[in-house]
C-alpha cells in the first residue's frame, strides 16, 4: 500500500461522505470502506513497518517528541491518560533509544568488624565475574592450606598421646593422657573446621554482571513491586548460628532500582504505590544510591543495611488521571514531592486518547493493523474491507465523529480475535466477516451485562413501547466509563404524579429511585417546573422516581426525560412512549451533551424504541453501527422546548402554550 504518499488523497477520494457530518469538520473522509478502496489498500502483508519500538507509536507525537527528548538527555518522564494508549509501549521503546552506557557490577562483601553491615563492591561492567574468581581462588587455597595444617597438627597429637603412652610405659595414668591428646586433636579439627568455613564464606557474593563497554542501556519494569522488590531486600536465614548461618552478604538481593542502574526503571500505575516506597524511590533518585535492608519486619534480614549501592537510573512512571486527582481514597495519588523531582528533572506528559480522523491517521491505524499482526505471530493479515471495518470500529469507539480512538490496547484485541477466528477456519487473510464476528464477541461486560439485565429487569414493566401516557418518559444513561470496554447504555422509564401538597404554602419536587443522587438533577427540572407554573406551585407537590436498575449509572442524562415526565403529569399532558429522550438538562432548559450516546440509542433501539431525540451538542458523536441506522430516528433537539414536539402527545395549541410557558421570563426591573 501506498505509505509514504498522502498527498495523493487530494484526489477523487475524499467526495460524497456517506457518514453523518457537521460542520466544525469540514475535512471529513469518506467511509472507510471506500477510502480503502480508493487507496487500493488490499493487504496488510506488504505495509512496511518501522524498525525501532518508538518508531511503531501511533497517535503519539508530543509522548514520543518529549520521551526522544528524555532520553537523549537521561531526564524523568511522567506519563498520564487512559489505559491502553501506549504509555507502556513508550516506556519501553525509550529504553531501546537510552544512549548505550557503561554500566557497572556489584558485589556484595562481608565487612569483618559488622556482620549486618555488608560492603558494596562496584567494579566495571564485566569484571565482576573475574574478582568473584580471584576470590574464590583464594578462598580455596587457604582452605586447602587450613586442611593440610589441621590434619598435620591433629595427627601430630595424636602421635603424640601414642608416643606419650609408651614413653611413660603403659599404665593407667599413660593411658589417661594418650586419651587426652586424642581429645584434645578432635577438638582442635572441630575450632579449625570453624576458621576454614569462615575462609570459603568471604567469598563474594555477585548480584548484578554487566557487559564491558557501552551496552544497551537495561530496561526494568517495577509495575507492582512491594517495596522489597523495588529497593532490594535481605533474605531470611532460618539457621541464625552455629556454623550453619549464610553470611549476611549472600543473603542481600538488589531490588528493580539497583537493576536499573544506568538504564531505566518503569512504573505503572505510580498512583497505587505505596507513599512510603513513593518516599523512598525519590530519595534513591536524588543521591543515585541507595542502601539495601530487610523489608520483612519479622525477618533476621530486617537488622541488615548495606553500604550504599549505585541505582541511577531514569524514571519513566505512568498513571491514569488519579494520580493527580485520586477518587480513591485508600490511594493518595503521587506524592508531590516525587512528581516536583519528575518535573524538575524532567517532563510529564498528557497521552491522547483519540486521534484525527485524516489521511495520514487512518494510514497509521493500517500500519497498526499490520504491526499487531507482525506482534502476534500467529494470526494472518488482513484483506481490504477488513482494514476499513476495523478503521470504522476505531471511528465508533472515538465517541465522536471526525475523530479515531488511541486506545489501541483494546483495538489491537479486537485484530487479534479476528485473526484467531480466521486462523480457526485456515483462512489465508482476515475477512470482514472475521472483523464483524469478532466485534459481535468482543462486547464489553458493561453490554453483556445490561442486556441480560433487560431480560430480567423488573423495570420492564414500566416499558411500554406502544401508545401514550401520562406522567411516563423514557431517558437513557450508560454503565462503565468506557475506561476500558464500550459503555452501554441503559433505558431508563421516569415516573411522575403531582398530588396536593400538605403544606398548602409551599409545593415540592421529591426525587427518587436513584435521582435523588444527583444534587445537579434538581434545579433544572424545578426551573422547568416553575416556569410552567410560575406562583401556582405552590400546594402542589411533583414525584419523580427513576425506574433504574444499575445503581451505580449516573442519572444526569435523565435530566430532560425527569423533567418530561414531571411537566406531562403537571399540565396532564401525554407522553409518546415509543419515544426515548436523551440529555441531560441545564437550568436554562437547554439540553447538555452526554457520554455513550451512541450506545445509549442503540440501547433503545434494541428495546423497540423508534425514535430518539438526542441534545444537538451530542450530534458529531453518533456513530451507530450499521445495522441500527434504519431501526431508530434520531432526531436533535437543542433545548428541551424542542425536544417537546416529539415526546408530547398534545395539540399544537396545548404545545405553543407549555412553550410559551417555559420561554417566558419575568418581566425585567425599569428604572
Ligand atoms: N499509541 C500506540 N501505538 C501503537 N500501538 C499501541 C499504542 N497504544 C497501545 N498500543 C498497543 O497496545 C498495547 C498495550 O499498550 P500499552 O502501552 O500497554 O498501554 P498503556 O500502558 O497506556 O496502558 C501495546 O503493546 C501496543 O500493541
Ligand atoms: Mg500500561
Known amino acids: ?14 467526495t460524497d461522505a456517506p457518514t453523518p457530518r457537521t460542520d466544525d469538520q469540514p475535512s471529513f473522509l469518506t467511509d472507510p470502506h471506500e477510502w480503502v478502496r480508493a487507496k487500493a489498500i488490499d493487504d496488510t502483508a506488504t505495509v512496511p513497518l518501522p524498525g525501532l519500538l518508538i518508531d511503531e507509536v501511533i497517535g503519539q507525537d508530543e509522548a514520543v517528541a518529549v520521551a526522544k527528548k528524555a532520553a537523549r538527555q537521561r531526564r524523568h518522564l511522567l506519563l498520564l491518560g487512559d489505559p491502553g494508549t501506549g504509555k507502556s509501549m513508550i516506556a519501553k521503546a525509550m529504553a531501546e533509544i537510552l544512549p548505550d552506557p557503561e554500566q557497572n557490577d556489584i558485589l556484595f562483601e562481608p565487612e569483618p568488624k559488622d556482620a549486618n553491615r555488608p560492603r558494596v563492591k562496584v567494579l566495571p561492567g564485566g569484571q565482576g565475574r573475574g574478582y568473584l574468581t580471584e576470590k574464590a581462588k583464594t578462598a580455596k587455597t587457604w582452605s586447602r592450606v587450613f586442611t593440610v595444617f589441621e590434619w598435620t597438627v591433629a595427627l601430630g597429637l595424636v602421635a603424640l598421646g601414642v608416643w606419650a603412652y609408651f614413653a611413660f610405659g603403659g599404665g ?26 569462615k575462609a570459603v564464606q568471604m567469598v563474594p557474593n555477585l548480584v548484578l554482571e554487566r557487559p564491558s563497554g557501552p551496552a544497551p542501556a537495561p530496561y526494568v519494569d517495577a509495575t507492582g513491586s512491594h517495596a522489597g522488590a523495588l529497593l532490594g531486600d535481605v533474605r531470611h536465614d532460618p539457621f541464625q548460628s552455629g556454623g550453619l548461618e549464610t553470611p549476611t552478604h549472600q ?51 530486617a537488622m541488615v543495611r548495606t553500604h550504599p549501592v549505585p541505582c541511577d537510573f531514569i524514571l519513566v512512571a505512568a498513571g491514569n488521571m488519579d494520580v493527580i486527582d485520586p477518587d480513591d481514597t485508600r490511594y493518595t495519588g503521587l506524592h508531590p514531592a516525587l512528581r516536583s523531582r519528575i518535573r524538575g528533572y524532567g517532563y510529564e506528559v498528557y497521552v491522547r486518547a483519540v486521534m484525527d480522523d485524516d489521511d495520514d491517521n487512518r494510514l497509521k491505524l493500517v500500519r497498526f493493523i499490520a504491526q499487531e499482526v507482525r506482534r502476534d505471530g500467529q494470526i494472518p493479515h488482513f484483506d ?3 482494514v476499513a471495518e476495523v478503521l470504522r470500529e476505531a471511528q465508533r469507539r472515538s465517541g465522536h465523529s471526525g475523530k479515531l480512538t488511541l486506545r489501541l490496547r483494546e483495538l489491537g484485541g479486537l485484530v487479534r480475535t479476528a485473526g484467531d477466528l480466521a486462523r480457526d477456519e485456515d483462512a489465508e487473510r482476515v475477512t470482514v466477516d472475521h472483523v464483524l464476528a469478532a466485534k459481535r464477541m468482543s462486547m464489553s461486560l458493561e453490554y453483556q451485562v445490561t442486556r441480560r439485565g433487560i431480560e430480567t429487569t423488573t423495570a420492564r414493566e414500566a416499558l411500554d413501547i406502544d401508545g401514550e401516557r401520562v406522567g411516563t418518559a423514557t431517558g437513557c444513561t450508560s454503565i462503565g466509563t468506557g475506561e476500558t470496554g464500550e459503555p452501554a447504555g441503559v433505558v431508563v422509564p421516569v415516573e411522575a404524579d403531582a398530588t396536593v401538597s400538605s403544606d398548602r404554602q409551599k409545593g415540592g419536587l421529591f426525587l427518587g429511585g436513584g435521582l435523588e443522587h444527583d444534587p445537579s438533577l434538581r434545579d433544572p427540572v424545578s426551573a422547568v417546573l416553575k416556569r410552567l407554573r410560575g406562583g401556582d406551585m405552590a400546594g402542589i407537590d411533583v414525584h419523580a422516581q427513576a425506574m433504574l436498575q444499575q445503581r451505580d449509572a449516573p442519572v444526569g442524562p435523565l435530566g430532560a426525560a425527569v423533567a418530561i415526565a414531571c411537566l406531562s403529569a403537571l399540565e396532564d399532558v401525554p407522553v409518546r412512549q415509543d419515544v426515548c429522550v436523551i440529555g441531560a438538562l441545564s437550568v436554562a432548559g437547554r439540553l447538555r451533551a452526554v457520554d455513550g450516546v451512541t450506545q445509549m440509542i442503540e440501547a433503545a433501539a434494541d428495546l423497540g424504541y423508534r425514535v430518539a431525540v438526542v441534545p444537538k451538542a451530542n450530534e458529531g458523536d453518533i456513530l451507530l453501527e450499521h445495522a441500527y441506522r434504519d431501526r431508530i430516528e434520531v432526531l436533535v433537539a437543542d433545548r428541551l422546548v424542542d425536544a417537546l414536539p416529539h415526546a408530547l402527545a398534545a395539540s399544537r395549541k396545548k404545545l405553543d402554550f407549555i412553550d410559551n410557558a417555559l420561554t417566558r421570563r419575568p418581566a425585567p426591573r425599569t428604572a
Open 384 to 386: 481490504g474491507a477488513a
Open 251 to 301: 543473603r542481600v538481593e538488589p531490588g528493580a532500582i539497583h537493576r536499573a542502574d544506568k538504564g531505566l526503571l518503569f512504573i505503572d500505575e505510580i498512583n497505587v504505590l505505596r507513599l512510603d516506597s513513593q518516599q523512598a524511590l525519590l530519595t534513591a533518585m536524588q543521591d543515585k544510591q541507595y542502601a539495601i535492608t530487610g523489608h520483612s519486619e519479622k525477618s533476621s534480614g
Open 1 to 14: 500500500m501506498t505509505r509514504e504518499t498522502p498527498d495523493s488523497l487530494e484526489g477523487a477520494d475524499t
Open 172 to 197: 593407667v595414668s599413660a593411658m589417661i593422657l594418650a586419651v587426652l591428646t586424642v581429645m584434645v586433636a578432635v577438638f582442635f579439627l572441630y575450632v579449625a573446621r570453624q576458621t576454614r568455613f
